[in-house]
C-alpha cells in the first residue's frame, strides 16, 4: 500500500512510520505544519510545532529512507481548530481542541489530501487499535466492520481523542502503536532502530497556546470582557475579565475576594455567556447523571435500526452484542475525559438533541451546563447507572465504549442532575 | 521545500563521470529540473578543487606554502575577472551569493551614510531575492533604513518609470539601488543599464545580484556601469561556499565581517582555496561556453514551454513569453502556475515520478509559501500557490523534458483533485 506517515517529530509518530515501512509499505513522510508563525526550538513540553520538531520528523525519515515533505495546514488548522477553541470558549463550552484536530485536520484535511494524491492509508502514532471483525449476512456471505478499540496501553489509550473521526476515516487509518503495551516499548523500538528521538519528552500542552497559559492566550484573542461572578441565589460574589476564561468545574483561579459564608469551596458551576456571567457554587451541583450529546456519530454495526439521522449496515445482524430495548436504550460505558475513566451508563441515539428530559431535572437545580447550542442533526441520550460524574462541560467529547470497543461520540451539550441522582 | 531523499548509496556513485557536457560531480537520478537550485559541477572545476584540497596553506601566510596557495587564489581573481568584465581588485570573495548580497547592502548602506547622514532610503525591486530584501528589511528594522520596493510590471521587469519619480523626489536621500540583472524565479532580465542610467546623474550606487545570469546570458560588470554585482560560485558549474561581490574601487564599501583583513579588509576571513580556484575554472568554463549553451538551452526550453502547454492546456507561464521576447528571459527558465494546483501537491507528485522541479520560492520551516515576487507581478495568491519552475543546466537534454511531459497530465489531475479537498480550496469556495 502507499502510505503516507504523519511525522510531528516525536518518537511515536517516528516509531510508527518505521513498522509501515517494516510492513513492506510504500511509505512517504509528512509533517503538518500548523502555524505560520512557528518558533525556532523547542519549548517546555510542546513536541511537535517547533521547527525544531520538522527537523526531527526529517532526519527520522532520513534514516529510515523515506521521501520527507512538509504540508501547510496552518489556514485549516487556524480555521477549524483554534477558531472552534476560541468560539467555543466564547459561548462558555469547554473545547478539546485535540479532538477537533482528529476531525478537522489529521482525518479529513491531511487524509483527504493523501488520498486524492493517490495514497490508500495515513499512518499516525495514535495509540489505539483498528480490528477488523467478518459479520455474517443472512445470504450466507460476510461483510467486514472496522472497529475503533482502546491500546493495551490503558495510560497512552488515545481513542478518546480518534473516536470523533468516525469508521469511513478509519478505515484509511493506520495505527501502528495500536498494539504497544507501554510508552517504554515504543521507546525501546526508537532506540534501536537509531532513531534520535527515543528520548525526547513527551507533550502534553495544547500546541497552539505557547505558553500553556490558556487563559491569557483566549485574552490575546477575545480581548478584556469585565463581569460578574455570582453564586446560585444570584449575589455578586467577585468580578471577571472575560467569562470565556472559565470551565465547569473550575476551582482556581476564580479571583474571589472573599470566602463562601459556608466556607466551603467553590466551583464554577456555569458559565453564561449571554450575561458575561459565570456562576459559582458547592461542589455537588457539579455531579450530573444525564448527558446530551449532539453531532453524533456511531460506529459500524451499533445501531440496530436504520433511522433517518445514522444509517446503520443493511441487515439486522450486524450487532450481535449491543441489544437496545424497545425504547432504543443499550447498556455502555461513556467517557467525558481524554484520560477520564470509563462509567457504566445506558445510552441511546436520538434525532435531536433536547427532545427528552425536559420535565426531569430536579426541582430547584440549575442545569450544571445549560449552554446547550440547540438542535443538532443527531443527538445522543445518556443516563449513567453507576455513580455520577463531576465537571461535565458543554463542549466536551463524549465516548461511548463496551469494552474496549468504541460505540460511537458526540460532543456534550448539557449535563445535569435528575430528580433520581 | 524540503525534499529529502536516501543517501545515495556510494558504491553506485563514482567520484568522477565526465559526461558528454562536462559535467562531473553526478547528477540527481531522474530528470533533474532545477538547475537555477544548484547545477552540477563541471570536471575541470572538481579537478582544480581536488588539486588545491590536497594542499596545505593558508594564502596570507607569507611562506612558500601559503605562497603557492595565494597564488591560485590571485590565478582564480584574475580568471573570474576577466570573465566578467572586471578587474581584479574589484573582485571580493565571498562564501557565496548570500553573503555577497549583505555586504552590498549592509556594507553600502553603512559606507554611504557614514559620508551623510540623511542618505537612509534604500530602493529594490519588489521581485529581489530574500538574501538583498532580508538585509535591507534588517536595515529597516536596526539602523533606521527606509526600503522602498520598487514596483514591477506583470512580467517581473522593473518600472522604471517608478524609479525615475522616486529618484526625482528622494534622490538626496538615498543610500543605494539594488535591482537583480535576472530573477531566480520566473527568469526576468532586469533593465539594469537603464537603472544605471538613471542613478548616474544623482551619483547612487547600484547593485544587482546577478547570480541567476551569469553563464546564461552576457554579464559584463564594467560594461554594465554598475557599481557592485554579486555572483555565485555553485549555480555555474562551481562549488557551493564560494562566491564574490564585484565592487569598483572607489566604492564607500564598509565590511560586515571583521577579523584579519583579506580582501581589501571588507571581507576577513581566511580564503578558501580550494572553492576559489574551482570557481575561477568554472566561470571561465560557463562564460566561454556560454553562447552555444544559451542557444541549446533557449531551443529546449522552448520545446519545453510548448510540450508544457500541449499537456496540461490551463498551466499559465509566467514571466515574459520567450516567443515574443526572447531578450527578456533567461534561456533554462521555465514557470508556470497550475490552476487549482498547489505547489507542493506539484513537487511530491512530479518527484514521485522522477521528475525534481521547485515551487521556486522560498520556504519557510520548508513549507513553500506563495511567492513574492508572483505576488508583486501581480498574480493573485491562489493561483500563486500552484507555482512550479523548470530550470535547465549544461546536463539537461530532451529526455528530462520528455520525461516531465509524460508525467504532467497525470500529476496535475491529481494535484487539483487535491487541492479540491484542501483547505485553500475549500475556503475560496465558501
Redesign the interface.
Known amino acids: 500500500m502507499r502510505v503516507l506517515a504523519a511525522m510531528s517529530g516525536g518518537v511515536d509518530s517516528a516509531v510508527a512510520a518505521a513498522l509501515a515501512v517494516e510492513a513492506g509499505h510504500d511509505v512517504?513522510g509528512v509533517?503538518m505544519?500548523l502555524s505560520?508563525n512557528?518558533d525556532q526550538f523547542r519549548t517546555g513540553s510542546r513536541g511537535c510545532c517547533s521547527?525544531e520538531d520538522?527537523g526531527d520528523a526529517?532526519r527520522a525519515?532520513?534514516l529510515l529512507?523515506?521521501?520527507?515533505?512538509?504540508?501547510?495546514?496552518?489556514?485549516?488548522f487556524e480555521?477549524?481548530v483554534v477558531a472552534d477553541f476560541l468560539s467555543e470558549y466564547e459561548a462558555g463550552r469547554t473545547p478539546n481542541p485535540c479532538v477537533r484536530c482528529n476531525e478537522h485536520i489529521k482525518f479529513e484535511?491531511l487524509l483527504?489530501?493523501a488520498?486524492?494524491?493517490?495514497f490508500d492509508a495515513v499512518a499516525t502514532g495514535h495509540y489505539a487499535q483498528i480490528v477488523t471483525r467478518e459479520i455474517p449476512l443472512p445470504d450466507g456471505g460476510a461483510r467486514t466492520v472496522r472497529e475503533l478499540h482502546r491500546s493495551p496501553n490503558d495510560a497512552k489509550d488515545q481513542s478518546y481523542v480518534l473516536a470523533v473521526a468516525g469508521p469511513e476515516r478509519l478505515a484509511r487509518a493506520m495505527f501502528p502503536l495500536g498494539g504497544f503495551a507501554s510508552k517504554d516499548e515504543v521507546r525501546a523500538e526508537a532506540a534501536r532502530r537509531g532513531l534520535s528521538v527515543s528520548a525526547k519528552p513527551d507533550s502534553y500542552d495544547i500546541c497552539f497556546v505557547a505558553d500553556g497559559d490558556t487563559r491569557g492566550f483566549l485574552q490575546s484573542r477575545l480581548g478584556s470582557r469585565p463581569g460578574e461572578v455570582v453564586d446560585v441565589a444570584g449575589e455578586v460574589v467577585g468580578e471577571h475579565d472575560g467569562a470565556y476564561a472559565f470551565t465547569v468545574g473550575q476551582r482556581k483561579g476564580l479571583g474571589l475576594g472573599r470566602p463562601a459564608a459556608d466556607g466551603r469551596a467553590r466551583y464554577v458551576v456555569d458559565v453564561q455567556p449571554a450575561t458575561n456571567t459565570v456562576v459559582v457554587g458547592p461542589a455537588e451541583l457539579l455531579s450530573v447523571d444525564r448527558i446530551a450529546g449532539e453531532k453524533a456519530l456511531w460506529f459500524e454495526g451499533v445501531l440496530p435500526e436504520p433511522t433517518p439521522w445514522a444509517e446503520p449496515v443493511e441487515t439486522a445482524a450486524q450487532a450481535p452484542d449491543v441489544t437496545p430495548d424497545p425504547d432504543g436504550w443499550f447498556d455502555a460505558e461513556v467517557q467525558v475525559r481524554a484520560h477520564g475513566a470509563p462509567v457504566p451508563a445506558r445510552v441511546r441515539s436520538v434525532a435531536r438533541v433536547g427532545d427528552a428530559y425536559g420535565d426531569d431535572v430536579a426541582e430547584g437545580d440549575r442545569p450544571a451546563s445549560s449552554s446547550a447550542t440547540g438542535v443538532a442533526a443527531a443527538g445522543m441520550e445518556i443516563e449513567l447507572t453507576g455513580s455520577p460524574l463531576r465537571g461535565v462541560a458543554a463542549g466536551q467529547s463524549v465516548v461511548v465504549y463496551r469494552g474496549t470497543r468504541v460505540l460511537g461520540q458526540a460532543t456534550v451539550a448539557r449535563a445535569w442532575r435528575s430528580r433520581n441522582a | 521545500m524540503i525534499v529529502t531523499t536516501p543517501p545515495p548509496d556510494p558504491a553506485r556513485t563514482p567520484l568522477t563521470v565526465s559526461g558528454a557536457h562536462g559535467a562531473s560531480r553526478r547528477e540527481p537520478d531522474g530528470a533533474y529540473l532545477d538547475h537555477a537550485a544548484t547545477t552540477p559541477m563541471s570536471a575541470a572545476a572538481l579537478a582544480a578543487y581536488v588539486a588545491e584540497a590536497q594542499r596545505t596553506g593558508n594564502a596570507s601566510s607569507l611562506h612558500s606554502a601559503g605562497r603557492t596557495s595565494r597564488r591560485a587564489v590571485e590565478e582564480a581573481r584574475e580568471t573570474l575577472a576577466k570573465s566578467l568584465g572586471a578587474r581584479p581588485s574589484e573582485i571580493i570573495l565571498t562564501s557565496g551569493g548570500t553573503e555577497a548580497d549583505n555586504l552590498a547592502i549592509k556594507g553600502i548602506f553603512w559606507g554611504r551614510r557614514a559620508q551623510d547622514t540623511h542618505r537612509t532610503r534604500i530602493l529594490v525591486s519588489a521581485v529581489e531575492h530574500h538574501a538583498v530584501l532580508d538585509p535591507a528589511f534588517w536595515l529597516a528594522g536596526h539602523a533606521g533604513a527606509e526600503i522602498v520596493l520598487l514596483p514591477v510590471d506583470g512580467e517581473g521587469r522593473l518600472d522604471l518609470d517608478a524609479l525615475r519619480a522616486e529618484l526625482a523626489a528622494h534622490a538626496d536621500e538615498t543610500a543605494l539601488i539594488s535591482v537583480m540583472w535576472a530573477n531566480n524565479e520566473v527568469g526576468t532580465v532586469q533593465p539594469v543599464r537603464d537603472v544605471v542610467r538613471a542613478a548616474r546623474p544623482y551619483g547612487i550606487p547600484v547593485h544587482t545580484d546577478a547570480v541567476q545570469a551569469v553563464g546564461q546570458i552576457e554579464v559584463d560588470f564594467t560594461e554594465s556601469g554598475v557599481d557592485a554585482m554579486t555572483v555565485s560560485g555553485h549555480k555555474l558549474g562551481g562549488p557551493v561556499g564560494v562566491g564574490a561581490l564585484l565592487a569598483k574601487r572607489d566604492l564607500a564599501l564598509d565590511a560586515v565581517l571583521h577579523g584579519g583583513g583579506q580582501e581589501r579588509g571588507v571581507r576577513s576571513g581566511t580564503l578558501d582555496t580550494a572553492s576559489i580556484a574551482a570557481f575561477g575554472v568554472a566561470a571561465r568554463h560557463a562564460v566561454d561556453c556560454r553562447p552555444q549553451r544559451a542557444a541549446r538551452l533557449a531551443a529546449l526550453r522552448d520545446d519545453l514551454v510548448a510540450r508544457v502547454r500541449a499537456a496540461a492546456p490551463d498551466a499559465v507561464l509566467r514571466g515574459p513569453d520567450p516567443a515574443s521576447d526572447p531578450a527578456g528571459r533567461l534561456p533554462g527558465n521555465a514557470h508556470f502556475t497550475f490552476p487549482g494546483a498547489e505547489g507542493d501537491s506539484l513537487l511530491y507528485l512530479l518527484d514521485s515520478a522522477g521528475v525534481q522541479a521547485s515551487t521556486g520560492s522560498a520556504c519557510q520551516a520548508g513549507v513553500p509559501q506563495p511567492s513574492h515576487v508572483l505576488l508583486a507581478m501581480g498574480v493573485p495568491e491562489a493561483e500563486a500557490r500552484g507555482a512550479l519552475r523548470f530550470t535547465l543546466g549544461a546536463t539537461s537534454t530532451e529526455s528530462d523534458v520528455d520525461r516531465l511531459v509524460a508525467a504532467l497530465p497525470q500529476v496535475v489531475a491529481r494535484a487539483q483533485a487535491a487541492g479540491l479537498v484542501s483547505g485553500r480550496a475549500m475556503g475560496e469556495l465558501a
Do not use: Q
Open positions: 512517504v509533517h505544519a505560520r512557528r521547527i520538522a526529517r525519515a532520513d529512507g523515506i521521501p520527507y515533505y512538509v504540508w501547510d495546514l496552518s489556514e485549516r480555521d477549524t484535511a483527504d489530501k488520498t486524492a494524491l493517490g
